[in-house]
């Protein structure tokens, strides 16, 4: 049996409406792509019909696999199940709703399959929900990070080392294209056309917005200071220490030549100085903390070679 290249990854919750479309499409447009493949369907906690629904499409369509959660784990968990059980080199990150559809999967795959980038990502299109919020996301990125793409929270393919080296804690997929790039692998994107949902609702909500924003300043310190922690911490805490050590001397002359009442300054001095000793201890304790990050994902890297093998 010829191995599977190419695994798309579709996160899935209360899409029972869609599903049967999507798969049928799958069907046309991905033997097209030149390549063996998988669609594996992660049913993240559905509430509606979507496991029968899935469970009938996998007795017609050989190709399509299913993943499932007991209990919403959301898009970033749902991934890293998908992934584990694929069987390709390659995955495609795709949504149920068929705001994008299959037959763009081929755009995508192409270059890695070539061998010509690591991380493809669309680009989308037409007109859509949330246009607004991607572009300010998209605008900060590009800012704060210097990723030369234009658009990073849409459908993507990558290749199954870029998911070793992306942590995925809850919502931090929308941040696999600026980790990636931070690790060296090689980024390209290609024009993806999105279309109107086909059923069902939008699962945003504008309170992802401030927690999106959150965890855009988290990723940028853990790429920033995340392998130096001594860096931000050890600066910052001699920093404020070198401040207090010249504001105590300060104090003592101000005291002992015209007699000034410098007992407010001498606590503003002792909290600086104690704060710069303990921001210099949580630099050693990073350091500590991001040497046993750092065994632990060659461990991880070690263990999935193996299981290749």
């Known amino acids: 049996m010829t191995p599977v290249r190419v695994s798309m990854l579709v996160p899935a919750r209360d899409e029972a409406d869609n599903l049967p479309e999507f798969i049928r499409q799958c069907a046309v447009a991905l033997p097209a792509v030149g390549v063996p493949f998988e669609v594996i369907v992660v049913n993240d906690g559905s509430r509606d019909r979507s496991a029968e629904v899935l469970a009938r499409l996998q007795e017609q369509h050989p190709f399509l696999r299913v993943v499932t959660h007991r209990q919403q784990r959301g898009i970033a968990d749902a991934l890293r199940s998908a992934g584990e059980a694929a069987e390709g080199d390659v995955f495609v990150f795709y949504p149920a709703d068929l705001q994008y559809r299959p037959e763009d999967v081929g755009a995508l795959v192409t270059p890695i399959l070539a061998g010509d980038a690591d991380i493809v990502t669309g680009t989308k299109q037409g007109k859509y929900e949330k246009a607004f919020v991607s572009t300010v996301y998209n605008t900060l990125c590009r800012w704060l990070f210097g990723v030369r793409v234009t658009d990073l929270n849409s459908v993507k393919a990558y290749r199954r080392d870029v998911m070793m080296s992306v942590p995925m804690r809850p919502d931090w997929h929308r941040f696999m294209v600026v980790i990636a790039a931070a690790d060296g692998f090689r980024l390209t994107s290609t024009p993806v056309p999105v279309y109107p949902r086909h059923a069902g609702v939008s699962k945003f909500t504008w309170t992802r917005i401030p927690v999106g924003v959150l965890d855009l300043l988290s990723v940028w310190f853990q790429l920033r200071f995340g392998r130096k922690p001594m860096l931000f911490f050890g600066i910052a805490g001699a ?71």
């Open 239 to 309: 920093g404020l220490f070198l401040i207090g050590f010249i504001a105590g001397v300060v104090a003592l002359i101000l005291r002992f030549t015209i007699r000034a009442d410098v007992a407010l300054l001498v606590s503003l001095v002792q909290t600086m100085l104690i704060t710069g000793v303990v921001l210099f201890g949580f630099g050693f304790v990073g350091e500590l903390v991001a040497g046993m990050r750092e065994e632990q994902q060659e461990l991880a890297r070690r263990l999935a070679v193996q299981r290749r093998d």
